[in-house]
């Protein structure tokens, strides 16, 4: 990353390209900033991180939208 600017990297056996300019935006970041309001908490029980599994993805796409047009 230092020499070439960017690295590849692997989550969940999928590659991706990550620059140092992301990794610099991320020490930009406050991390003791708290989320505002309105927030909700779903335990996504064996889902991965990329919800590669379709009845995972359709399950938080069904939350989201329920979720959402509660405030819309």
């Known amino acids: 990353?230092?020499?070439e600017?960017?690295?590849l990297v692997s989550?969940?056996?999928r590659g991706f390209r990550i620059?140092?300019?992301?990794?610099d935006d991320l020490e930009t970041i406050r991390a003791d900033?708290?989320?505002?309001?309105?927030k909700?908490?779903?335990?996504l029980?064996?889902?991965d991180h990329l919800l590669s599994r379709r009845t995972d993805a359709t399950?938080?796409?069904?939350?989201?939208s329920a979720w959402f047009s509660r405030y819309v």
Request: hydrophobic fraction near 40%; charged fraction near 35%.
């Open 1 to 3: 990353m230092e020499r």
């Open 5 to 7: 600017g960017e690295a």
């Open 11 to 13: 989550i969940a056996g």
């Open 19 to 23: 620059r140092r300019e992301s990794l």
């Open 33 to 38: 900033e708290p989320a505002r309001h309105p």
């Open 40 to 43: 909700s908490f779903v335990s």
């Open 45 to 47: 029980d064996k889902a």
């Open 59 to 64: 399950f938080v796409a069904r939350v989201l």
